[in-house]
């Protein structure tokens, strides 16, 4: 998008070598997605566009491109004249305010992984020879978006039912990018750090079989509700006591199944005496508690929706 925005920006560009009145390429092009982003907003829930666009999904990429260019122009415009000492425009106040009230889902736009020279490269499998490349890539900020959202994609597949681990690893990926924006990262370190948590993240998706026997994914995710704060050197057997917890929660709680389980407040009240009597078999310490009752209900209104439907 970064070099997208500086075509469109480039005084060399022919659309942009016009006379008055004529608007050059770059102010139409920013005026065009200003509208097409208006005018997205006011229809992007209508039913009939769901029913009867097709291609909407295609659609809606294209425009969080075309936004997050426009973005990265009006940016460009502001460091631009605030570098010359000049006052920000009113057009450029305009759309940095216009910007701020976006509602387009950045996360939406389209691929940058060619662009970024990715492709199809596999980053969870990095050789030196690799990683180094990416590290001087001419791009390095479109090498860190596009690796920052594989890395987003890979976690949702894996811990799209988990709640423990994919507030853990939307942190520490906010975190890394917030070091990065403040300057407290090189391109170098940060793409460096991008790629090796990109392969913890794919690791995630076999890190049950480590028990023994191995924790279904949904074991395993009541496993971390109850495993925080570093229980398993709390617990007596630590680990495999942890992961009995984890099974014996699945157990109770597919076993006594209900259409409106998470539905009404004392139903919930019930839930919750069920989990502390499952810690308390296990002896689970009594002022952690409270927080892991919290964590495992929590991990059960992600799942609800996958088992509740099977219930009688």
Not at 197 to 210: I, N, T
Request: charged share 30%; glycine share 2%.
């Amino acid at each position: 998008m970064r070099l997208t925005a500086d075509f469109l920006r480039d005084p060399k560009n022919p659309g942009n070598k016009v006379e008055p009145p004529a608007k050059p390429l770059s102010v139409r092009f920013k005026d065009s997605a200003a509208r097409l982003d208006r005018f997205y907003r006011v229809c992007a829930m209508s039913r009939e566009i769901a029913e009867h666009c097709e291609d909407l999904d295609d659609w809606r990429r294209d425009i969080a491109f075309f936004s997050e260019v426009r973005a990265w122009m009006i940016k460009l415009d502001a460091a631009q004249r605030e570098a010359s000492g000049q006052p920000l425009s009113a057009e450029v106040q305009r759309y940095l305010q216009a910007l701020a009230a976006s509602v387009v889902d950045a996360d939406e736009i389209t691929d940058l992984y060619a662009e970024a020279g990715i492709g199809r490269l596999d980053i969870t499998r990095l050789n030196e020879a690799q990683l180094r490349k990416l590290e001087n890539s001419e791009t390095p900020h479109l090498v860190t978006e596009a690796l920052r959202r594989l890395i987003q994609q890979k976690m949702r597949e894996v811990t799209k039912h988990n709640v423990v681990r994919n507030e853990s690893f939307t942190d520490r990926l906010d975190d890394l990018m917030k070091r990065y924006m403040l300057q407290q990262l090189t391109s170098a370190q940060v793409i460096a750090e991008l790629a090796a948590l990109a392969r913890e993240v794919s690791a995630e998706a076999r890190r049950g079989e480590r028990f023994d026997p191995p924790l279904s994914h949904a074991e395993l995710a009541f496993y971390d509700a109850v495993a925080h704060r570093d229980m398993a050197e709390a617990m007596e057997g630590g680990d495999d006591t942890l992961a009995k917890i984890a099974r014996a929660l699945v157990k109770d709680i597919q076993k006594n199944l209900s259409v409106d389980w998470l539905s009404r407040e004392p139903v919930r009240a019930k839930l919750r005496t069920r989990i502390r009597r499952v810690l308390a078999m296990f002896d689970y310490p009594p002022e952690e508690e409270h927080a892991a009752v919290d964590l495992v209900l929590k991990q059960m209104e992600i799942v609800a929706a996958l088992w509740a439907p099977a219930a009688k």
